[in-house]
């Protein structure tokens, strides 16, 4: 079955830059999204990104993607405080399918 | 972008009885509502998928006579957790699909329900 995997946790500084890693091992993955989640709320989709494309930027978020080690990441520009978050990446075989989600890495930023 | 509302936000209610949470599209009509499970501090957990009109389609190991879903209109499902117990407790997530927004649109999530069985 479909397995996403992402690192725990990471801490950054107040203005720098972060990126949350996420590796899947579904070959057949079309659609791959990171969401945010604060502490006891849903989740708010922050980007996605289709397979058939290495980056996408808007704003102050990155995603690259390396389809070929079926590796995403996530890059936050002059991280806030307001960044402090759990952030899931997930993915879909299709627009209308299920998701299967990461382990979620928790960001703390720090001043 | 397009808003779900789940209601309650947050329930505590006794080991054997029933809870029903509601997970609405307020702008949008939603062919597809989805239903995941999230347990402190780890990822969501697809239940099942929800299609308006038809059964839901329960992921292996999610008991469908426990988790009750119902889909019957293109703005509202139910989940209905049905003799609840203590390993219950859960913050339960919906998310819907617009059905009219074409091969790229994505699935908008509710807030999520605490439920907290004594």
């Known amino acids: 079955g479909e397995d996403v995997e992402q690192s725990l946790f990471l801490s950054v500084r107040e203005g720098d830059s972060s990126v949350i890693n996420c590796t899947y091992t579904d070959s057949s993955s079309t659609y791959l999204y990171w969401y945010k989640q604060e502490p006891g709320a849903g989740l708010q989709l922050l980007t996605y990104?289709?397979?058939?494309?290495d980056m996408k930027q808007d704003q102050r978020l990155t995603v690259l993607l390396n389809k070929k080690d079926k590796h995403l990441s996530l890059r936050i520009a002059d991280t806030q405080t307001g960044d402090s978050a759990i952030y899931f990446c997930?993915?879909?075989?299709?627009?209308?399918?299920?998701?299967?989600f990461g382990t979620g890495t928790r960001l703390q930023v720090t001043l | 972008g397009a808003v779900v509302s789940q209601h309650p936000s947050r329930v505590i209610c006794k080991s054997g009885t029933s809870v029903k949470i509601e997970c609405r599209s307020l702008d949008f009509q939603a062919t597809t509502m989805f239903w995941y499970r999230q347990f402190p501090k780890q990822s969501l957990m697809l239940m099942a998928t929800?299609?308006?009109?038809?059964?839901?389609?329960?992921e292996q190991g999610v008991e469908k006579d426990k988790f009750l879903i119902n889909h019957a209109s293109l703005t509202l499902s139910t989940l209905t957790v049905t003799s609840a117990h203590p390993e219950d407790s859960s913050f339960y997530i919906c998310?819907?699909?617009?059905?009219?927004?074409?091969?790229?649109?994505?699935?908008?999530f509710g807030p999520g329900t605490r439920l907290l069985v004594l």
């Open positions: 997930a993915e879909s075989i299709a627009a209308a399918s299920k998701l299967t």
């Open positions: 990104i289709f397979s058939n494309m």
């Open positions: 998310s819907a699909r617009d059905g009219l927004a074409g091969e790229q649109e994505t699935q908008y």
């Open positions: 929800s299609n308006e009109g038809s059964k839901a389609t329960y």
